[in-house]
């Protein structure tokens, strides 16, 4: 079954320290994404990858940072300079601009 | 103006009622357009994609109107199970970025 799998399903950090949350596709997607949703809200973009090896910021990167050694992972770093980390983030991939986005299940993120 | 727009809701409507949302987008070049539903807690989850006048799917029908820059989203006998959250999402001309909306709560009741 192709798709997107992000791990783990929930997570808690004490405040201070650094978490990083997994996204691996088999979809053989260039595209992948990072979003936040914090309650009530909208999805927010945090970072995006065209190519392997290349990502740009979006509108909320401050405190995260992302790598893409792999075309199948983008892992989301997020740092203690993140001042309110407790959300649910959301990965997701397309194949070519404009095309269809597909979204993993996410993974909550509580601050302790 | 927001580059992507959707009414919060919630639509309160009843089993089998027929309900439409709209979603009004602020650039004129954008090509495709997407509705997804988001089931509270969950992630969002393609409903239909728009690339021209509309698209059809069983109860759901998305129409788009480029001349006033909207998409709408029909749903006709409307059961239970259609309670959740719908998102309007745009992508971007020119870059790889999607522009979603805040999404429309809807809730159908018994």
Redesign the interface.
Known sequence: DGGITQSPKYLFRKEGQNVTLSCEQNLNHDAMYWYRQDPGQGLRLIYYSQIVNDFQKGDIAEGYSVSREKKESFPLTVTSAQKNPTAFYLCASNRDRQDTQYFGPGTRLTVL | RKEVEQDPGPFNVPEGATVAFNCTYSNSAS??F?WYRQDC??????LM?VYSSGNEDGRFTAQLNRASQYISLLIRDSKLSDSATY?C?V?TSG????I????TRLKVLA
Not at chain 2, 95 to 98: A, E, L, Q, R
């Open positions: 090509q495709s997407f807690r969950k992630e969002p989850k393609l994609s998102l999402v992508p870059t790889y970025k999607y979603f909306g805040t999404g």
